[in-house]
């Protein structure tokens, strides 16, 4: 991770970092290329140059004979017409035989000359303000009795294979930056590609749900394997110990549960028989503490419940108008402790698909926290609406100490309670199983503060049926 | 014309003696005055009668540039250029010469719109413009031709001077190629394209031919009468006399034609280059216009007549170094001379 940040702006991408490495290495090859094919044009150019130059000297010496002592020579016209092959060059020649010159050029004297007949030696010198290839090949001529050597020397300016040169060096110029470009873009979709099951797989990991801990399924390239592999084994792994946390917790919560019935109905008793009046303040102290654990305990279960319902949902039909009715009625009794009443606006049908279970428990946690944080002689509201045919909007509003406005956005995290909770016991886990439950479903909860300022309203939204 | 021509050479005499600088020597001179500082000293192998047209043309379009125009033969010429004369611009006929002067390194570069345009065998490295093609052809006087058929080849001419030897008895006229650097051109050309040459130079000699250092008194004699043909004179003369003189008529030669192309360059020691410039691609640009009528000397499209297309104009090139090789020349004079001046 630190060095790939380290880096310039390309090196953080694999794609860009291949298809820079990939431009690189084509911008080498093409400039290796051009010099090459520009090295060798010119080397061709020169070679046949010399060619032609040891020709028209061939030519010439061949054309030497001797008469009664005296070297004659009859330039032959081919010698020169041949030189014009290779460009507008100027020419300059020089025939001499043991030193003294015959004809042409007196001064073109070639550094090196040919030391034995047949040979040839090519030399590039300076003369008349240019640079010349100078060719010279020696023949052996009998003057008389007396064979005299004769070395014939033809020289040629460079120009005709500087225009050969450069021209190709330039066409191999635009061909080379053509064969670069085409690399560069060959090497940014090969890039691309290989990077596509990369990409693909980083996708199909984002996508998943945040509670969805299934193994990954996908053909991968063979160098992705190990990292499925790990990541599903991580997955596992994790799973695993969600569950078993959510399973201790379910345990421990039962667990807990059960004796905690059993003190309340025996301190229930008690109560009955003692007549001391501070002895039942006593007691009902601890029926108070008992109901409060035994909530918190049932609390705990319905988060556990709904972490593994949610799991693998099931999609019944519930009716929200009979759930509504159904939880006011098994809470009533405690808001009858604290005469609070409720008014239900809830008719029937009102169909939603999903787990009654999971249903239930949102709702009963919603109104609980309602009762709760109430005073005595209030009324809380259940309304069922309809916004719109998709969604049903099921609010709950009660006349208690409401919101307080900087705690709002974080309520519904777990163990979270408000800044105005004061003395009133609490998990903090209520309104965490509800909003679970909603999105489990495909819904949404909504906390508000009433427009008169008064209480609290909660909305439970779920897609309708 | 004489009493004009007379008065130019002793003007010439008269300036000569007068600068004494001249180490060669000028056959006419004559200053046309511009209305600017610019001078332009031309060296030219071409008469002025010919030239002096196309200086005015010039000059009215360039009134600022003044041209010292100098005549000389093509040896002459080129003798002075390698040895360094000082001139802007130097016109030669005899473009083996011109080709040796570049070659050596005695001409400047000089590159323009309109030498690009010129075909490529029309220049060398930028340094040699061709801005004429002019034929070497046959003249023949009407009068002492009456009653002959008219030849159109070589073979014909042979047969034609060994059948008639009473007409053509010392009435023939060429080229001393001994003292012309034109009539050496086109003779070593025409030698090295057909074996004709030979055999006519030898039937020419035999029939005591008038050798002559110009074109154009070659040309003055067919007229008088005097010479019956006169055998490889420049057609830019000859069509030019022909257009005032009727007695004349030029064989009109159907197996080649040797065509010579005129050069000018700018040598190396030029000092006005701008107005030499200016000049030369104006000469240029006259040679390459369509129409052949405007002027005496014809375009280069003149080249391209069929006659002319078989072999094409004499190549600018390196070959043309072969003829000016000393022991060549010497060679090809030997055998010549024994072929002509017997």
Redesign the interface.
């Known amino acids: 991770m630190s060095d790939a940040a380290r880096g310039p702006f390309w090196w953080r991408s694999i794609g860009q970092r291949l298809t820079v490495l990939l431009a690189a290495i084509a911008a080498v090859l093409a400039v290796l290329s051009w010099w090459m094919v520009t090295s060798f044009a010119r080397e061709a150019a020169e070679r046949t140059q010399d060619n032609v130059l040891v020709a028209s000297a061939t030519t010439i010496a061949e054309a030497l004979r001797s008469e009664q002592g005296t070297i004659?020579?009859?330039?032959?016209?081919s010698?020169?017409?041949m030189?014009?092959a290779i460009g507008?060059?100027?020419?300059?020649?020089r025939v001499a035989a043991g030193g003294e010159t015959?004809?042409?050029y007196d001064d073109l004297i070639p550094p090196t000359l040919p030391e034995r007949p047949g040979d040839v030696a090519v030399r590039t010198i300076s003369y008349?303000?240019?640079q010349v290839r100078v060719v010279s090949v020696q023949r052996t001529v009998l003057a008389g009795q007396q064979p005299v050597p004769v070395v014939v020397s033809v020289g040629q300016t460079r120009?005709g294979v500087e225009a050969i040169g450069t021209g190709l060096s330039r066409t191999a110029a635009v061909l080379s930056v053509a064969f670069f470009l085409l690399a560069v873009g060959l090497g940014a979709v090969a890039a691309n590609s290989s990077l596509r099951p990369l990409n693909a797989f980083a996708q199909a990991v984002t996508r998943r749900g945040p509670s969805d801990l299934r193994p990954l399924r996908r053909k991968v390239p063979d160098e992705l394997s190990p990292l499925l592999i790990a990541l599903n084994r991580l997955m596992e792994r994790l799973g695993q110990s969600i569950r078993r946390s959510e399973e201790f917790i379910a345990e421990a919560a039962h667990r807990v549960r059960t004796p905690l019935a059993t003190v309340r109905a025996q301190a229930e008793l008690a109560l009955h028989t003692v007549e001391k009046e501070n002895e039942k303040k006593m007691l009902r102290r601890v029926i108070r503490a008992v109901d409060e654990s035994s909530r918190s305990a049932s609390q705990l279960l319905d988060h556990a419940t709904v972490s593994f319902r949610a799991e693998a949902l099931a999609r019944d039909e519930v009716d929200l108008a009979d759930l509504v009715v159904r939880v006011a009625e098994s809470l009533s009794p405690t808001a009858e402790m604290k005469d609070i009443s409720f008014r239900l606006d809830a008719t029937a049908p009102a169909p939603v698909r999903g787990d009654l279970i999971l249903l239930e428990s949102a709702l009963r946690n919603v109104l609980d926290n309602s009762i709760k944080y109430s005073p005595g002689e209030t009324e809380v509201s259940v309304t069922l609406s309809q916004d719109d045919p998709a969604q049903w909007r099921l609010t709950v509003r009660d006349h208690g100490r409401g919101f307080s406005a900087e705690s709002l956005p974080a309520l519904t995290g777990r163990f979270t309670r408000g800044g105005n909770v004061d003395k009133i016991v609490g998990s903090g886990l209520g309104l965490t199983i509800a909003e679970d439950v909603l999105i489990a479903h495909g819904g949404r909860l909504e906390l508000a503060t009433p427009k008169d300022g008064v209480g609290a309203c909660v909305s439970l939204i779920l897609p309708a049926a | 014309m004489r009493v004009t021509h007379f008065a130019r050479s002793l003007a010439t005499v008269i300036w000569l003696a007068a600068t004494g600088a001249e180490a060669f020597e000028v056959e006419d001179q004559k200053l046309y005055p511009g209305t600017g500082a610019t001078t332009i000293k031309v060296v030219s192998t071409a008469d002025l009668d010919v030239f002096e047209p196309f200086i005015l043309q010039f000059q009215a379009e360039q009134p600022a540039v003044g041209i010292d125009y100098y005549v000389a033969s093509s040896t002459e010429l080129h003798a002075a250029i390698r040895d360094g004369e000082v001139f802007d611009v130097a016109i030669s006929s005899a473009m083996d010469l011109q080709f040796q002067l570049a070659n050596d390194g005695a001409a400047q570069a000089y590159t323009s719109p309109v030498t690009d345009a010129l075909p490529a065998w029309a220049r060398w490295r930028d340094q040699v413009f061709a801005f004429t093609a002019e034929p070497a052809v046959a003249v023949i006087s009407r009068e002492r031709f009456a009653g002959l058929p008219r030849p159109t080849s070589r073979q014909e001419l042979i047969a034609l001077l060994r059948q008639n030897p009473d007409v053509f008895e010392d009435s023939i006229g060429t080229y001393d190629v001994r003292q012309s650097g034109l009539g050496y051109l086109f003779a070593t050309q025409e030698a090295r394209n057909s074996d004709t040459f030979w055999r006519l130079s030898e039937l020419m000699g035999r029939q005591g031919a008038a050798l002559y250092c110009c074109s154009a008194q070659m040309i003055d004699d067919v007229g008088s009468g005097r010479l019956a043909l006169a055998y490889n004179v420049l057609g830019s003369y000859a069509a030019e006399r022909i257009a005032r003189d009727d007695r004349l008529e030029v064989l009109e030669m159907e197996d080649y034609a040797t065509v010579m192309l005129r050069t000018a360059l700018i040598p190396a020691t030029a000092t006005q280059t701008e107005g030499a410039a200016l000049f030369l691609d104006r000469l240029l640009q006259e040679g390459l216009r369509d129409t052949p009528e405007t002027w005496v000397l014809p375009p280069l499209g003149a080249a391209d007549q069929p006659e002319a297309r078989a072999y094409g104009p004499i190549r600018l090139g390196p070959a043309l170094l072969v003829y000016l090789d000393q022991l060549n020349r010497e060679a090809f004079l030997r055998a010549w001379s024994d072929a002509m001046v017997q």
Do not use: C, K, Q, S
């Open positions: 004659l020579l009859e330039l032959p016209y010698a020169f017409a030189l014009n507008e060059d100027r020419v300059f020649y015959i004809t042409g008349r303000g240019d120009t």
